[in-house]
């Protein structure tokens, strides 16, 4: 009934018609991050994992992490990437480069572009001709005209600067010059409330503000005054139609009659147009709650275990001792006192699970938490149990040093050991008195987001998603190894097994994969999906003392538990996405063709399964040949398949050429394939992909 009331109390003008009403949406994408309506109406759409811009009049490819957009009214192009910003002025590529900056939302105005930068907690005002940095609006903090990883920027025909303040959950109001003018809303689930928002844009003399945390778009004059909000949680997996899951940009029709609404956790796009009595009634019906899910990291100890939920600023403890883990306590909740988080993002326990260590990085804090209960004591939920025993200022260690810790991880000597945003490597005592950097910054480990430390060896290992690796570093100083993930890989998370293995799991193939220390692939296991073992965006993997993976399946709000063999034992979290598990999942019928032997292309891009009428042939047999094509990442054209081979060491091809029929998409046959004399013969599939070409290979030997 509040929420009702609520949203029945909504101010409403009746200059401004109301959107809301679902029309259409685009599904498939690769973590699409913004998007822009060009001048022939289409949607140019940023697709961060892909690395590429399309639609809008674009079609770029091959970008570095891709994030934001912008047009000028002359038709020049902004991107912001990880190597800064892309420039497209009368057809001809330009950069503007921004060392130490991450890029995101770009807002462009006659007199000036401006950056929202979430790693220097600023934006940054640049000369849209030339690219000098004129000056910096904001400064890392939670005070009037202070951000924390702001997002987006938008600007107002009186020139006022609006800053989605992300991580303070606000809006901020600026002007030009850099001084703060006014801010409104604050962290929670009503309106006017937000929880991370993470876009803004004006449009028809109106704020719009994608509301993340809270599953919704929000709109407001530009005195800060709420007008309406729509957009329902999605509840059910992959959900859409109107209803929203974590929305992180938008981008309204210059006519102001639509609006795209970017979802990057869910791959898609949706439009909106004018509401509708359906969408009313939805919106009306939304539970109004701050949305929190398993989603940032996870971590094991003892008898504990401790999940991560960014998005309500707190983790939420179990007790791991029986067959299903049972939620104890919460520890911290939104704010800027030390027990308190802006975003917690890497979680470590020590052995006994008695203390557990958190990394925010918005505020540049490493904590500890005093767990201990006894072994007697009877299992119950207690919000007493956590208690502060110390908390770092990892921003301000003497001397002038500090760092902002992305990751952590506990050393077996009870050492914590940070990795910090700028790719350095940091150790502290259980304390976390005295902090001593190991090793320099690496600009390539800047976007590492998984840490693991081998407590047999001392080795660390460090997933890097930007980069598509693993890289270990011995505990002796020497060389590091870098393990190269197979194309389209962004492995998110990375833990060490008894048996002296990496395990990782892959946010882009929704996969968990085991790999010896030479890189070799000893187990891939997954596939996006809501099955045993499937997964939509795993983002952390633990192995516990029995040898089991604990996977953070993180889009589908849920752990699985799998044996050191793959397969599925337990999995717990959000009851929609968990119930079919828990009681019995019939996974469905997969196509024959996933039961085929398989060869990977060169550059693992692809994999064929492919089976012949006979096996292995006989000398001059003629055979058909089924294949069917995988692509293990984003492909630009349609792919073709050719089947051939030949005898190398008698310098000679096949007798004659198969002859290949496309049976689908992806699916080939073959016919016509004869080996016409023993020794040892190499065939290979082709994989053509408009001008490039990718082999896969394998040899028989026909006696």
């Known amino acids: 009934m509040l929420s009702l009331l609520l949203c029945l109390a909504q101010a409403a003008d009746p200059a401004l018609p109301r959107l809301g009403g679902f029309l259409s949406e685009q599904r498939g994408l690769c973590e699409p991050a913004s998007a822009l309506f060009g001048p022939d109406g289409t949607l140019a759409i940023v697709e961060t994992h892909a690395g590429r811009v399309s639609g809008g009049g674009l079609a770029l490819e091959n970008l570095s992490e891709p994030r934001g957009i912008a047009r000028s009214a002359d038709g020049d192009w902004f991107i912001s990437d990880a190597q800064g910003i892309l420039v497209i002025r009368a057809g001809k590529q330009s950069r503007i480069a921004l060392p130490g900056a991450r890029a995101e939302g770009l807002s462009w105005t006659a007199q000036a ?33 202070e951000l924390l990883g702001p997002r987006d920027v938008a600007v107002a025909p009186n020139g006022e600067v609006f800053v989605a303040d992300t991580g303070n959950h606000r809006v901020q109001v600026f002007r030009a010059s850099g001084e703060p003018l006014r801010r409104f809303g604050d962290y929670g689930p009503y309106p006017g409330l937000f929880s991370s928002p993470s876009a803004i844009e004006f449009a028809q003399d109106s704020l719009w503000v994608a509301d993340t945390g809270n599953h919704r778009i929000q709109r407001f004059r530009s005195n800060g005054d709420f007008l309406y909000g729509f957009g329902a949680h999605s509840i059910r997996p992959r959900d859409g139609a109107g209803r929203l899951h974590y929305p992180t940009q938008l981008a309204v029709a210059a006519d102001g009659k639509r609006i795209a609404v970017i979802e990057g956790f869910e791959d898609r796009v949706q439009i909106f147009g004018e509401e509708t009595p359906q969408s009313r009634v939805m919106e009306l019906q939304n539970e109004l709650s701050a949305s929190a899910h398993y989603g940032g990291a996870l971590a094991l100890g003892g008898r504990l275990g401790v999940v991560l939920e960014p998005e309500s600023s707190n983790a939420v403890v179990l007790d791991t001792s029986g067959f299903d883990p049972v939620e104890i306590t919460r520890i911290g909740r939104f704010g800027d006192k030390p027990d308190l988080f802006a975003r917690p993002a890497s979680v470590a326990l020590d052995g006994a699970g008695e203390r557990a260590y958190f990394a925010d990085s ?47 991880a506990r050393l077996a000597d009870a050492a914590i050991l940070a990795l910090a945003a700028d790719g350095s490597l940091w150790r502290a005592g259980t304390d976390l008195r005295r902090w001593q950097r190991i090793l320099a910054p690496e600009p390539a480990r800047e976007s590492c987001t998984g840490l693991a430390i081998d407590p047999a060896s001392g080795r660390i290992a460090l997933a890097n998603p930007a980069q598509g690796t693993l890289e270990i570093l011995n505990s002796d100083g020497g060389s590091p190894t870098l393990l190269r993930q197979p194309a389209g890989s962004r492995p998110s998370a990375v833990a060490w097994s008894a048996m002296n293995t990496l395990v990782l799991t892959d946010e882009r193939l929704h996969e968990v994969r085991e790999l010896d220390l030479e890189g070799k692939q000893l187990l891939r296991i997954g596939r996006q999906g809501l099955g045993r073992a499937e997964f939509f965006k795993p983002r952390g993997i633990v192995v516990d003392a029995s040898g089991r993976w604990w996977v953070l399946d993180a889009g589908n709000h849920r752990v699985q538990i799998l044996s050191a063999q793959g397969e599925f034992v337990h999995a717990f979290g959000s009851r929609l996405f968990t119930d079919p598990l828990r009681k019995g999942y019939t996974p469905p019928e997969q196509p024959e063709w996933t039961r085929w032997p398989a060869v990977s292309s060169a550059q693992q891009r692809f994999r064929i ?51 290949a029929t496309r049976l689908d998409d992806f699916h080939w046959k073959f016919e016509g394939l004869r080996l016409h004399m023993g020794g040892r013969w190499r065939l290979y599939f082709d994989i053509h992909e408009g001008a490039h070409t990718e082999r896969a290979e394998w040899e028989v030997v026909l006696e």
């Open 113 to 145: 572009l401006y950056v929202a930068d979430s790693l220097a907690h600023c934006v940054r005002v640049l000369d849209p001709k030339t690219g000098n940095e004129q000056h910096r609006i904001g400064t890392r903090g939670s005070a009037a005209g």
């Open 362 to 408: 918005l505020r540049g804090r490493i904590s500890c938490f005093a767990l201990a209960r006894g072994s007697t004591e009877p299992l119950r939920y207690d919000l007493l149990l956590p208690r502060l025993q110390s908390a770092s200022d990892t921003l301000n260690l003497p001397d002038g040093a500090g760092f902002e810790p992305r990751a952590i």
């Open 609 to 659: 399964h492919f089976q012949a009428s006979s096996w292995p042939p006989a000398v001059g047999e003629t055979l058909s040949v089924e294949a069917h094509l995988v692509p293990l990442g984003p492909i630009t054209q349609e792919p073709a398949l050719v089947l051939d081979g030949g005898m190398p060491e008698h310098g000679h091809g096949l007798p004659r050429d198969t002859r």
